[in-house]
């Protein structure tokens, strides 16, 4: 009797975390953003999982992040740097190292090589694959969500630096990935440290990537609208100049880069002195990738900080505007 409680109260509580994510995040236009796609197909399977007779337990439920858009309280600090950013020599030989960068000429020693565009839905560059695919993707690789995993890569066309590593960060945390962090400097400081190269990746045995998402790490256009977040946008002062959503102010992405690192959290800490501390704040770019690295520092710092991208942004108020429009007509 107990059990059969314990499992419709479960199945109750699921329905309503997803009419939850239904109502927060997906009832605007933008249908096709990283943030609706991602928890539009959590959706699909959480439903699968329920009409098969199972259903999440409160840890699942708690793990998935899906509260009230506001809810979530203003992280400590005391599990940033070291628990987010390692230096070469503290990398173990149990830690699983992924090169994320597009075609690198190089390698870390024993590290499996994943592009980040391999995540991205290549039919819209604004928004990321579904969660089963991006599951299937890790696992081909011999990845689990319980793996310590090091992240580093480099975005070629932004101009190098760490963005597609942090991106790649974002995207294992928002599936549940606890034990990951990003080698801060990338393969440059594996290089300068002195450690080896190789020239070619390495294989693992494929493994199975059960992902357990979060919906606390990404912004619908509703809730960037809603005012109760504030608006980071991390483009360049000349793209900020020409356009950006209402209320946003500019941090470009390289302020809180030295070279190709993560800066000192002291330096963060002025970066971001025109922030509030204890109030969320929404980050975003043209699709995100470059937000990451400034999403990543305020993380680090123990901000409430989530994701978005501006393509969602201008494409949803186009549309909420020709709607408008036709509403005004009859």
């Known amino acids: 009797m107990l059990e059969l409680k314990s499992t419709a109260r479960s199945s109750i509580r699921a329905l309503g975390m997803i009419l939850l994510v239904m109502a927060v995040f997906c009832s605007?236009?933008?249908?096709?953003?990283?943030?609706?796609?991602?928890?539009?197909?959590?959706?699909?399977?959480?439903?699968?999982?329920?009409?098969?007779?199972t259903s999440l337990s409160d840890k699942d439920a708690d793990l998935a992040g899906l509260q009230e858009a506001n809810s979530a309280p203003i992280r400590s600090e005391s599990d940033s740097s070291s628990d987010m950013l390692i230096s070469p020599g503290d990398i173990s030989s149990e830690d699983i190292i992924l090169d994320v960068s597009d075609y690198p000429a190089t390698y870390i020693p024993g590290a499996v090589h994943i592009s980040y565009r391999d995540f991205v839905d290549n039919n819209n560059t604004a928004s990321l694959k579904n969660i089963s695919d991006i599951a299937q993707i890790l696992g081909d690789a011999g990845i689990s969500r319980n793996d310590p995993v090091v992240i580093y890569g480099e975005c070629k066309p932004c101009g190098g630096g760490p963005s597609v590593a942090t991106y790649v960060y974002w995207i294992l945390r928002s599936l549940g990935h606890e034990d990951v962090r990003v080698l801060n400097g990338g393969i440059d400081a594996w290089s300068e440290a002195g450690m080896p190269l190789a020239n070619s990746s390495a294989t693992r045995k494929k493994s199975a990537y059960s992902p357990q998402p979060r919906g606390d790490l990404y912004a619908s256009y509703d809730y960037v609208m809603s005012n109760q977040a504030q608006l980071v946008d991390a483009r360049s002062p000349e793209e900020f100049e020409s356009g950006s959503i209402p209320g946003a102010i500019n941090i470009p992405y390289d302020a809180v880069l030295d070279g190709k690192m993560i800066r000192e959290n002291s330096e963060l800490r002025e970066i971001f002195r025109n922030l509030t501390a204890d109030k969320p704040v929404v980050v975003f770019t043209t699709t995100g990738t470059k937000a990451s690295a400034v999403w990543f520092s305020l993380y680090m710092l123990g901000y409430d900080a989530r994701m978005y991208t501006y393509r969602d942004w201008t494409r949803a108020d186009r549309e909420n505007k020709r709607q408008m429009r036709e509403i005004n007509r009859s």
């Open 28 to 53: 605007s236009t933008s249908a096709q953003c990283s943030a609706c796609t991602f928890v539009d197909s959590w959706i699909k399977e959480t439903i699968n999982s329920i009409l098969a007779g």
